[in-house]
């Protein structure tokens, strides 16, 4: 396992910034975005404890068992939170990720799965570390779960139907016909034209769960 050294990260729309104290104000905004000092089941500094948590950090960092990022919105600039690795053991080749935490209205969005992705390559790939820890608990669940982001995009494969079927057959014969009359291809293109319709017109069971999907409150 190579050093931990700071570096900066950056994808999926994140940058992960070696933390300084130049990212002291911005920090500060991130954590009075939902109160996040009040939150029991975490530990974020208040606004005035912004200098020393990250004296703290940039402690670790020296002592060799923590690597701490401030993380940035790339679209908006913003400063959305703080992550860190922790807990480094170079003999066993292992790392930790913790210490995340992320602005309210950031929580929930593609930031903390972009940042876990950012972190887990640069362990496995570029300090070839055999072990990456993710410690966390089921009261953590808001701020930390990966799997809470919301998809940009979704895609549903259609349900069984037979409409694909009779528009094989129904093509299919109008092909044949054609060979022996040219009226096949009038005669054939009507149930041809009817199939198709049939096979990609929005069925209502379908359009209703979509639509109860996007009204889901996030």
Same mark, same amino acid.
């Given at each position: 396992m190579r050093e931990p050294?700071?570096? #900066?990260?950056e994808g999926h729309g994140v940058r992960l910034e070696p933390l300084s104290?130049?990212? #002291?104000? @911005?920090?500060?905004?991130a954590v009075t975005d939902g109160r996040l000092?009040?939150?029991?089941?975490?530990? *974020?500094?208040? $606004?005035?404890?912004?200098?020393?948590?990250?004296?703290?950090?940039?402690? @670790?960092?020296?002592?060799?068992?923590?690597? $701490?990022?401030?993380?940035r919105? *790339?679209?908006? @600039?913003?400063?959305?939170? %703080? #992550?860190?690795?922790?807990?480094?053991? $170079?003999?066993i080749d292992r790392v930790e990720i913790g210490y995340t935490w992320y602005a309210k209205r950031w929580q929930r969005s593609h930031v903390n799965? %972009?940042?876990?992705?950012?972190?887990?390559?640069?362990?496995?790939?570029?300090?070839?570390?055999?072990?990456? @820890?993710?410690?966390?608990?089921?009261?953590?669940?808001?701020?930390?779960?990966?799997l809470d982001a919301e998809p940009d995009h979704r895609f549903e494969f259609p349900t069984p139907s037979i409409w694909p079927f009779l528009t094989a057959l129904t093509t299919t014969a109008l092909f044949i016909g054609s060979i022996f009359t040219p009226w096949a291809v009038v005669w054939g293109a009507i149930p041809v034209a009817?199939?198709?319709?049939?096979?990609?017109?929005?069925?209502?069971?379908?359009?209703?769960?979509?639509c109860e999907r996007e009204r889901r409150p996030a």
């Open positions: 050294r700071p570096v #900066t990260l104290q130049a990212h #002291t104000q @911005g920090l500060a905004a000092w009040e939150l029991w089941f975490t530990a *974020v500094p208040q $606004p005035d404890d912004i200098g020393a948590y990250i004296e703290a950090a940039l402690a @670790g960092q020296a002592a060799g068992h923590m690597l $701490p990022w401030a993380v919105d *790339v679209e908006t @600039g913003v400063i959305v939170g %703080s #992550t860190r690795y922790h807990d480094i053991v $170079p003999a799965t %972009s940042c876990k992705l950012l972190l887990l390559a640069h362990a496995f790939d570029d300090l070839g570390c055999a072990v990456v @820890g993710l410690r966390t608990d089921i009261r953590d669940v808001l701020v930390t779960h990966v009817v199939t198709l319709i049939g096979w990609f017109w929005p069925k209502q069971g379908e359009t209703r769960r979509n």
